[in-house]
């Protein structure tokens, strides 16, 4: 056994059938991030080299992660990063791991801010700091503020602010909703609050349920509860004309819109839809 040889080819080969048997769908793509990780190279050097053979303390880290994600632990937790709108964030069980479609949040507010010379805005409950950050790299001139209620979402928000030298241009505050920010007015107020209901934290999937932040999840029995109390102050932080922009459950577009009209202080409200044409952003512009 100990003169079997173990190329990189013949280890993601095994190590695809190995996690599709397990269940995990993004098997390939899956076992390719974490051997590229625990080589320390880029996923595309797979391929040049192929025939190369991991040391034992390449493979042995290997092991170590793909046991991990068999328990469950999501892959961006184990190689402490996540791509999101053309940027690296590190990520920890700390902050939600940005999602693709959490890119039709900045997508939309720079489409908002483009013709904006030095626009102000909020990114509320931030995590990992991938929305005010991008944003952030996107508009030079923009002045961003970012909150979260956790002093740990905001420590890896911070340090991914220093990793893509952006510190000095996104203020970090902690403090629940805008709380933090109390008579401060913004062009933009943004935000993915936590929409997931009861009964859907049970369906979630594990590595989503057991390992990701509840705080960044649970939105209470129909999962709306932060959408109230945002919605329910957001106007005293807007200028007149300026855009509260949330992200939303894919079910949620109707009761959301309501939760905005009943405030009257918007002109308008529109629905952004995600790569799959799903309602993914609301858009309300106040008054």
């Known amino acids: 056994m100990s003169a079997e040889t173990w190329p990189i080819r013949r280890l993601l ?122 944003i952030a790299q996107q508009h030079r001139t923009a002045l961003i503020t970012a909150t979260d209620v956790s002093a740990e979402a905001l420590a890896v928000a911070r340090q991914n602010a220093e990793k893509h030298r952006l510190a000095e241009r996104v203020r970090f505050i902690q403090g629940d909703l805008l709380a933090p920010i109390a008579g401060e007015t913004f062009d933009i107020v943004v935000s993915n609050p936590p929409y997931v209901s009861d009964n859907e934290m049970a369906a979630l999937a594990k590595d989503v349920r057991e390992f990701e932040p509840r705080l960044a999840l649970e939105g209470g029995p129909d999962g709306l509860a932060v959408y109230r109390r945002l919605i329910a102050v957001v106007s005293e932080h807007l200028v007149n004309g300026g855009y509260l922009v949330l992200e939303i459950g894919a079910t949620q577009e109707a009761a959301v819109r309501e939760l905005i009209d009943k405030q009257g202080c918007f002109d308008s409200v529109a629905v952004r839809l995600d790569g799959q044409k799903l309602p993914r952003v609301v858009v309300a512009r106040k008054k």
């Open 13 to 134: 080969s095994w190590t695809e059938q190995f996690l599709r048997d397990k269940g995990i769908e993004s098997s390939r793509l899956e076992a390719q991030i974490l051997l590229a990780h625990s080589l320390g190279c880029k996923k595309i050097d797979l391929y040049v080299r192929s025939d190369e053979e991991p040391t034992d303390a390449q493979r042995a880290s290997f092991r170590t992660l793909i046991k991990g994600r068999v328990e469950g632990c999501p892959v961006a937790y184990l190689v402490g990063q996540r791509e999101f709108y053309q940027l690296s964030f590190d990520v920890t069980p700390a902050v939600l791991i940005p999602r693709p479609e959490t890119e039709f949040l900045v997508v939309e507010c720079l489409r908002l801010i483009k013709e904006r010379e030095r626009p102000h805005l909020v990114d509320i409950g931030t995590g990992s700091g991938c929305i005010a950050l991008s």
